[in-house]
T-cell receptor, first 112, second 112 residues
Framework: DGGITQSPKYLFRKEGQNVTLSCEQN?????MYWYRQDPGQGLRLIYY???????QKGDIAEGYSVSREKKESFPLTVTSAQKNPTAFYLC???????????FGPGTRLLVL | GQQVMQIPQYQHVQEGEDFTTYCNSS?????IQWYKQRPGGHPVFLIQ?????EVKKQKRLTFQFGEAKKNSSLHITATQTTDVGTYFC????????????FGQGTILTVHP
């Protein structure tokens, strides 16, 4: 099955903890993206990567970190520095040279 | 950075009524995309418009790109309960190739 997967579907975090959200794709896409969605709001870009071993900050990168060691994987770490991490996190991927993005099912993060 | 404004934020219709959402930018866009997100789901790509004045149809959905390439609309004729969800427009983010800027989305509710 080709596609983009995210895990876990739901994640609970205690205040002060770092957590890592997984994003994997087997679509052979070069570009990968992380978005945050808050209730009733649009998508805000956290980080994106156009190629392995390279990534750029999006509009709301503070309190987050990423890595892109493999083409298939783009994990997002929500650090304790992120003051309001409770949100729906969406990962997406796309082909180089094309703007269309394909989204994973998302991870809902709740801070207790 | 580039901003894309989308209106209305919410729209409630009776099944069978028409629905339109609008997307506006202060800058000329190279292209615009539309996505649909079902409740609890993730955004799914619907279509991309590239040419000035372009009109594309998908069954009951009609997508338009303005002549000046600064605005776009999505019109649904005779809504059905399956049309429920949030509709987003997205435009390529200025000088950052492959980076999309999403509108805030229009949440559509269809009453049977």
């Amino acid at each position: 099955d080709g596609g983009i997967t995210q895990s876990p579907k739901y994640l609970f975090r205690k205040e002060g903890q770092n957590v890592t959200l997984s994003c994997e794709q087997n679509l052979n896409h070069d570009a990968m993206y992380w978005y945050r969605q808050d209730p009733g709001q649009g998508l805000r870009l956290i980080y994106y990567s156009q190629i392995v071993n390279d990534f750029q900050k999006g509009d709301i990168a503070e309190g987050y970190s990423v890595s892109r060691e493999k083409k298939e994987s783009f994990p997002l770490t929500v650090t304790s520095a992120q003051k309001n991490p409770t949100a729906f996190y969406l990962c997406a991927s796309g082909l180089a040279g094309e703007e269309t993005q394909y989204f994973g099912p998302g991870t809902r993060l709740l801070v207790l | 950075g580039q901003q894309v404004m989308q209106i209305p934020q919410y729209q409630h219709v009776q099944e069978g009524e028409d629905f339109t959402t609008y997307c506006n930018s202060s800058t000329t866009l190279s292209n615009i995309q539309w996505y649909k997100q079902r409740p609890g789901g993730h955004p799914v790509f619907l279509i991309q418009l590239v040419k000035s004045g372009e009109v594309k149809k998908q069954k009951r959905l009609t997508f338009q790109f303005g002549e000046a390439k600064k605005n776009s609309s999505l019109h649904i004729t005779a809504t059905q309960t399956t049309d429920v969800g949030t509709y987003f427009c997205a435009a390529e983010g200025g000088t950052s190739y492959g980076k999309l800027t999403f509108g805030q989305g229009t949440i559509l509710t269809v009453h049977p």
